[in-house]
């Protein structure tokens, strides 16, 4: 009974690749006889609402600026791991929970009972996996989330010396399916200034993470007697694979050049990372007020440099000749910054 459930999809349509990216999505749910909200904190222009059942325009776009709460990026490669807090403009969790929010509570004046989300930029061949999740709820489970990573209380850090950490439960807005009531009733639990603790206390790092307290199926939400029974979950790749899902299109974060220092305590200094995940760039280096270097990089392709602690005072970088960020050696509080920022772990070969 389709005429109980509604795609969600959460957007920001600031270009034309963008909205193209969105209508072609919106019509393959109408092809699958979906009725299909789109919320954006971004005004929606007339064809989008006209080709969406309904559209909501919120415009609390609530950003997180503050370099300890945006969480990490990762970059692989087969000889090391880049780290770094410094790949993010800004993070956006907030404000997707808010559009979340609102379509699930749009959902409920409708009568939906169940809600299919999505970000904008994908893709979905056949609506086959839909139809088992509905059949998943309709049997009693209350949602079907997507991991990226599993929870796990004790993983390897990664540092030479050895040692292990937690890692929370990545649960991605990329794709899930919720019954309508359980969705309305996790969002409507926290403020943002309690999920903003929760990721300063906790040690949720990204915003999959948080999204696992969310859910409700956290082992801090089984701490806090605040859990959730019923839920399936499914590997978000591995889904992938098998439904032929095209995800994340349009990448946010790929308009900001990857550039940072990480600190190597064992080798008293400093890597240079830098890499430019879209378009070519000229990155210029400045050490202690000097020109030391620069090249050009194009898509995905990566420098890597290694600088003693005791020979830097100051070190600059220009992206295409405009000042992009500095790091001063004569702060004490810029090698903490850098060591709690970043972080570069070599593959043992």
Not at 63 to 80: C, S, V, W
Not at 126 to 141: A, H, K, M, P, Y
Not at 297 to 317: C, K, M, N, P, V
Request: proline residues 2%.
């Amino acid at each position: 009974m389709k005429s109980d459930e509604i795609v969600l999809l959460h957007a920001y349509l600031s270009t034309d690749e963008r909205k193209q990216i969105c209508h072609k999505f919106i019509k393959q749910f109408k092809d699958f006889d979906y009725d299909v909200i789109v919320a954006s904190h971004l005004p929606l222009d007339k064809d989008t609402q006209e080709l969406a059942d309904y559209a909501i325009y919120d415009k609390d776009n609530t950003l997180i600026e503050d370099i300890a709460l945006k969480g990490y990026i990762t970059h692989y490669t087969p000889r090391f791991n880049i780290s770094s807090r410094e790949f993010f403009k800004s993070s956006s969790i907030l404000a997707v929970y808010r559009l979340l929010l609102a379509g699930a509570s749009y959902a409920k004046l409708l009568n939906k009972k169940v809600i299919h989300l999505f970000d904008y930029d994908g893709f979905l061949p056949t609506d086959e996996e839909l139809v088992e999740n509905s059949l998943l709820i309709r049997n009693g489970q209350q949602a079907v989330l997507y991991e990226r990573e599993k929870q796990n209380m004790c993983i390897p850090d990664g540092n030479q010396r050895g040692g292990y950490k937690f890692r929370h439960w990545q649960i991605m807005t990329l794709i899930m399916s919720c019954d309508v009531n359980y969705l309305h009733r996790r969002l409507s639990m926290f403020d943002d200034a309690q999920l903003i603790e929760k990721m300063k206390n906790e040690g949720m790092q990204i915003g999959e993470e948080l999204l696992g307290y969310v859910m409700g199926i956290s082992f801090v939400n089984d701490r806090e007697n605040n859990n959730e029974a019923d839920i399936t979950i499914k590997n978000l790749e591995e889904t992938t694979k098998r439904i032929g899902f095209e995800k994340q299109k349009i990448y946010t974060d790929h308009d900001m050049p990857w550039i940072c220092l990480a600190y190597m305590k064992e080798l008293k200094g400093y890597k240079f990372f830098a890499m430019s995940p879209k378009g070519l760039i000229k990155v210029t280096i400045e050490i202690n007020g000097n020109y030391h270097c620069d090249f050009h990089l194009g898509d995905w392709a990566y420098r890597t440099d290694f600088f003693q602690e005791d020979s830097l005072q100051h070190f600059s970088i220009l992206v295409n000749d405009k000042f992009f960020k500095e790091y001063d050696f004569s702060k004490p509080e810029t090698k903490q910054f850098i060591i709690g920022c970043n972080s570069w772990h070599d593959i043992p070969q």
